[in-house]
């Protein structure tokens, strides 16, 4: 039963002595009226009767018959249905998860929404990486601020529905008057736990890179329009809704200088960084040309390694570039989808879980992956480790923490990814009574990964309900899809 779209950018009040640096999203608006709940001030959620409440608390606990209870955005008490069940008097709504499995939301590490507005487009759906690129690049150089935004919502709404309540986006490409608050505003709109990348391209194909030279920009623009959307949104808090990513786009776009300013500038105000690195033979082939190094390397060069750090892809990382990664702190963000469709190889996860490099999952952008299921990306992780590394290299509950833990540390968060008390209110929920289920049920958690990917049945994100029944509430579906698919054909046709 989906409804017009609302805003979701309602502040809650934090419990620390610390001020915000931000600008409040749209004004809030009330959520529609779905099912039988009490309006108050406090608001309070019981979920109760999981099959299996899967919390990855420190002992990976799974709870037969559990609950949650949750108090505005945060989560208060988890255990089982029978010490629970007496906060329903108190709850202002709950929900009865009998059937249903019961996780942590998943987290997103690496995206580009604005591609899916260029699925499956003709002239890019065979060739590697740089093919790929130099083919996309005249189309996504017609973008507007209104294709930003709707493809942004496109892609959460994709992933929200797919289990995903936290993600990262990286936007490096800013044509006619694309600003990223484009994707801020609809992060804010349909509610989604935001890490908004600010990405860059300097170098284009006239200074050797790979961009065509009307999609790059200056460096000091780029640096002065980082420290704005620093200023204007960046959000310290504990349970934070949106925060700010310093992100060049890769070695083949941006300068050393640009590199190590961006890095300097997210040091300066403690923000993560992010960028692309040995993505394939080609990326790795151009570092050693261009750098006489390997990205690894070039990255640490760059001032590019470290616990604030993050890097996408990094299927051809040698053993000195594990090891590296490992001693720094430095994270991963593993694509096996797109990182099959591109021809790119299969990243040596298991090699750098094991050396103790931290690993998130991400779908990368929806033209190297043409979807945005991270439920799917979970199975896919597990099996292409398996292909690569053999029929032991990744279990489904590993698979299922690279997806929670492990996003949540790789965007250097302490406060998603597990369900227990004091963590943020970001709980989904699939439910199990479904033929893709059927004669799956001796192992409901491994099920959710090892059969068809399912859509959720709930997901409540920063205490609020966001799909209600398998309905997203925030967004109407219907009217986006048609908007989304009128800009897709606009974009498509401005490059002819």
Request: glycine share 8%.
């Amino acid at each position: 039963m989906p409804c017009e779209w609302v805003a979701a950018a309602e502040k809650e009040p934090v419990g620390i002595d610390f001020t915000p640096v931000g600008m409040p999203g749209p004004a809030p608006v009330p959520p529609p009226t779905l099912g039988t709940k009490k309006t108050t001030m406090n608001r309070t959620l019981l979920i109760k009767h999981a099959k299996v409440l899967v919390t990855m608390n420190d002992a990976r606990e799974e709870i037969p018959d559990g609950a949650v209870f949750v108090r505005n955005n945060v989560i208060e008490q988890v255990g089982g249905s029978a010490d629970l069940l007496h906060l329903a008097e108190q709850a202002g709504e709950v929900i009865d998860a009998s059937g249903h499995v019961v996780l942590p939301g998943l987290i997103n590490t690496h995206h580009h929404m604005y591609q899916s507005l260029t699925r499956v487009i003709p002239a890019a759906q065979n060739g590697e990486l740089f093919n790929w690129l130099t083919n996309l690049y005249p189309i996504w150089a017609n973008l507007t601020p209104q294709m930003i935004h709707t493809s942004t919502l496109t892609a959460m709404n994709e992933l929200i529905m797919s289990g995903c309540t936290t993600s990262s986006d990286h936007l490096y490409i800013y044509p006619d008057a694309c600003r990223l608050d484009d994707s801020i505003e609809a992060a804010q709109q349909i509610g989604m736990r935001f890490h908004a990348a600010r990405g860059s391209m300097s170098i284009g194909q006239s200074k050797g890179g790979l961009p065509p030279d009307r999609v790059v920009e200056n460096e000091n623009d780029i640096l002065h329009d980082t420290q704005r959307v620093i200023e204007t949104y960046h959000d310290y808090s504990r349970h934070a809704m949106l925060r700010i990513v310093v992100a060049p786009c890769s070695p083949f776009t941006v300068s050393r200088d640009l590199m190590r300013e961006s890095a300097s500038l997210a040091r300066s105000h403690k923000l993560s960084l992010h960028t692309h690195v040995a993505e394939n033979i080609s990326d790795v082939a151009y570092s050693r040309e261009k750098f006489n190094m390997t990205p690894a390397q070039y990255a640490e060069d760059c001032g590019l390694v470290g616990h604030d750090v993050w890097h996408a892809h990094c299927v051809q990382l040698d053993a000195a570039g594990i090891d590296l990664f490992a001693r720094t702190g430095t994270g991963v963000a593993h694509c096996p989808c797109s990182n099959m469709r591109l021809g790119s190889g299969i990243a040596p996860v298991r090699k750098m879980i094991d050396a103790g490099v931290s690993v998130g999952l991400g779908v990368d952008g929806s033209a190297s992956n043409d979807g945005g299921h991270l439920l799917g990306e979970v199975r896919q992780a597990m099996l292409l480790q398996r292909v690569g590394f053999g029929p032991d290299a990744m279990t489904a509950r590993q698979a299922l923490e690279i997806a929670t833990l492990g996003g949540a540390k790789v965007l250097g968060r302490d406060d998603i990814g597990a369900i227990r008390p004091g963590m943020s209110a970001d709980i989904v929920l699939f439910d199990m009574n479904r033929i893709d289920y059927a004669g799956a049920l001796h192992d409901p958690v491994a099920a959710l990964v090892f059969c068809n990917p399912a859509n959720v049945a709930w997901s409540i994100i920063n205490g609020k309900v966001v799909v209600r029944e398998g309905h997203c509430v925030t967004v109407d579906s219907g009217v986006l899809r048609e908007r989304h698919n009128k800009l897709a054909r606009e974009l498509a046709e401005a490059a002819r």
